[in-house]
């Protein structure tokens, strides 16, 4: 099968089509991921759960697997990206959480906040190479990078008010870190999704790129700029500045679960999903 595959050199990321070069990571086996990592030790990640990369628990914990071999073979960076150029991240499996018994809600959720604790926190540096929408989850899954770089001409945002419930605390003091207080508010109240360039703009994301292959030379323009800058100085600040966000999750992971959990099992919850997914179907209906 002949597919795109992402050739990182130590001057810059190359798009290529060959798969001669890449060194496979040998600890796991992934069905919904790709992981390369270069000669210098940088991890690309690539979720390849078509059609959208909704997060399942499947998914989320691949995801939190490969963190896991990251740590412990010292990765010197990661670029989060998508197989797909329309699509980075669909966020949540709606299916998991419609109509499905809460045990199953609370894995799935769980599952996000450990992804959230060893990405948010991870000891290397993080961008997120977002080549198309990134709705709700898949906004969540940028903000915990470091560093976001978005494809022009598609839509990033927690949109969560839109499907009927509200966005975690913790997601919301993710955003407010993000992008400042006021616009948090205007954006979480109102389940906005921002196109790439009023991202920009209120800094929800830090580069725009005009194609994927634009998009992976500036994330490895970003992994570049620690080259010079001692790893143990530069992890020991970064976790100072994410801790109060990281131990409040750490320590209140059954908390949050239970009370997303409780949320989504509601009866008008239950239905502000079904009727978001028929709006979904209708708008696919109507665009053929
Ligand atoms: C600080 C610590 C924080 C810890 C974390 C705390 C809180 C986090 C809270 C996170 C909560 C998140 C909730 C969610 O993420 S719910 C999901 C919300 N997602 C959306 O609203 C996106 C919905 N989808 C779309 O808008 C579009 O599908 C699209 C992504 C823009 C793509 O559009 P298009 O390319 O036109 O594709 P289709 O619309 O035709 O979709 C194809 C196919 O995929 C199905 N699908 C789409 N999204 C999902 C999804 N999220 N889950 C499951 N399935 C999805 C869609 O139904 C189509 O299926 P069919 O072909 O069978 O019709």
């Known amino acids: 099968m002949s597919s795109y595959v992402y050739k990182t050199t130590r001057r810059g990321v190359l798009l290529a089509k060959t798969v001669s070069y890449q060194v496979r990571l040998c600890s796991g086996n992934f069905r919904h991921l790709e992981v390369l990592k270069d000669e210098n030790n940088v991890a690309i990640v690539t979720m390849k759960r078509a059609p959208v990369n909704s997060l399942n ?3 989320l914990t691949e995801i939190s697997s490969v963190l896991t071999d990251l740590e412990e073979t010292k990765c010197s960076g990661m670029i989060l990206t998508s197989f797909s150029d329309k699509v980075f991240c669909s966020g949540l499996d709606i299916y998991e959480i419609f ?3 809460p045990s199953a809600i609370g894995t799935s959720f769980s599952t996000l906040l450990e992804v959230f604790i060893k ?7 993080t961008v997120a190479a977002i080549t198309g929408h990134a709705p709700a989850g898949g906004c969540v899954l940028g903000l915990f990078c470091e560093y976001r770089i978005m494809v022009q001409n598609f839509k990033i945002g927690l949109n969560e008010d ?3 419930f509200n966005a975690p605390s913790p997601i919301v003091k993710l955003m407010i870190n993000t992008i400042g207080h006021r616009n948090a508010e205007l954006a979480l109240t109102s389940g906005r999704l921002f196109t790439t360039s009023q991202a920009l703009q ?3 994301v830090d580069e725009i790129a005009k194609d994927r292959t634009e998009a992976f030379e500036k994330a490895d323009g970003f992994l570049r700029r620690f080259e010079m800058i001692p790893p143990l100085a530069r ?12 131990q409040d999750v750490t320590i209140n992971r059954e908390k949050y679960t239970e009370g997303f959990v409780s949320m989504i099992s509601l009866h008008e919850v239950q239905q502000s999903i079904a009727a978001y ?3 979904l179907k209708n708008k696919k209906r109507n665009a053929h």
């Open 99 to 101: 109509k499905s018994k």
């Open 277 to 279: 997914l028929d709006n």
């Open 119 to 125: 990405l948010y926190g991870s000891t290397f540096p």
């Open 202 to 204: 209120v800094g929800l």
């Open 57 to 59: 628990t499947e998914l």
């Open 162 to 164: 839109q499907l009927g």
């Open 235 to 246: 992890n020991f600040t970064k976790q100072s500045m994410r801790r109060a966000l990281l």
